[in-house]
């Protein structure tokens, strides 16, 4: 399909894109598609797209297809605790179904950063982040390697030290 796109990073847009599925991420609904200008599978906001048009004389090519979006079949299994700096840990674990303290969560590589933003998951290496507001602790972060960690607070790349995040490889 060709419609308009508006990001905060480019303004509007036209774009081309192969939508593979409806994603209901907590706040606001996307469409998981096949840029075809980038050459890539992406996230796009539904309210952001106007003047859908159907394009009938443009085949979806295999790698344009579900099966080749490599982080929407991964299912990637993280496993979270209270924060280590939680004042009431106890009161973490009676909320989550915890078994010996840990919450397994197994989530798509492609939306792992969705979610642990709205769960308010601590991704930072040394539990930097408030843990009121936050009580939620990612045990290891190196789970998040090669998927849309982009948005999990405080996520960090574990091979450059250097403070930068990490997108999908």
């Known amino acids: ?85 939680h004042p009431r840990p106890e009161i973490v674990k009676m909320d989550y179904p915890m078994v010996d303290g840990v919450l397994k969560v197994r989530v798509r590589a492609a939306h792992s950063g969705y979610m642990l933003r709205r769960w308010c998951v601590d991704c930072s290496p040394d539990h930097r982040l408030a843990a009121r507001d936050f009580p939620l602790w990612l045990k290891e972060p190196l789970d998040l390697y090669g998927s849309e960690a982009e948005l999990a607070p405080g996520y960090v790349d574990p091979r450059a030290g250097n403070g930068k995040k990490i997108r999908a490889m």
Not at 16 to 33: F, T
Not at 50 to 66: A, C, F, H, I, S
């Open 1 to 85: 399909m060709r419609l308009h796109c508006t990001s905060v990073a480019s303004g509007r847009t036209l774009k081309e894109l192969v939508p593979l599925a409806l994603v209901d991420i907590g706040l606001m609904w996307q469409v998981r598609a096949f840029d075809r200008k980038r050459r890539q599978f992406r996230d796009y906001v539904l309210t952001r797209m106007q003047d859908p048009k159907v394009l009938d004389d443009r085949p979806v090519l295999k790698e344009e297809t579900v099966e080749q979006d490599v982080l929407w079949n991964r299912v990637i299994e993280l496993e979270l605790v209270a924060h280590p700096n």
